[in-house]
């Protein structure tokens, strides 16, 4: 059974940092592309980043939070994170991980696997 377990969540003001990690089992991670996605109130849910399995581990990120985020993974470790600098309060939403990202013309479109969520707020 695969599980992707996101932690890292909180609360912070604007122009602060978190780091948002995800804890992957019961999946070959190393072959899979994975990702983060988000959901805001009222909101769809949508692409935020996502780094590809091959070893160079290509990276895609939305524009909006293009130079802000940093995707990253540990094969070794079955970890997946998302470094988030300069935080804005339109960051505000729920990250989830996912498993197995399509991207199509560098935007993840669609994932097999997801997480639970990770609560992110950010203060004004």
């Known amino acids: 059974q695969v599980q992707l377990v996101e932690s890292g969540g909180g609360l912070v003001q604007a122009g602060g940092s978190l780091r948002l990690s995800c804890a992957a089992s019961?999946?070959?991670?190393?072959?899979?592309?994975m990702g983060w996605f988000r959901q805001a109130p009222g909101k769809e849910r949508e692409f935020v980043a996502a780094?590809?399995?091959?070893?160079?581990?290509?990276?895609y990120y939305a524009h909006s939070v293009k130079g802000r985020f940093t995707v990253s993974r540990d094969n070794a470790k079955n970890m997946l994170y998302l470094q988030m600098l300069s935080l804005k309060p339109e960051d505000t939403a729920v990250y989830y991980c996912?498993?197995?990202?399509?991207?199509?013309?560098?935007?993840?479109?669609?994932?097999?696997?997801w997480g639970q969520g990770t609560q992110v707020t950010v203060s004004s």
């Open positions: 019961g999946l070959t991670f190393s072959v899979y592309t």
């Open positions: 996912a498993g197995g990202v399509t991207v199509i013309g560098g935007v993840a479109r669609r994932a097999n696997y």
């Open positions: 780094i590809s399995f091959s070893a160079g581990g290509e990276t």
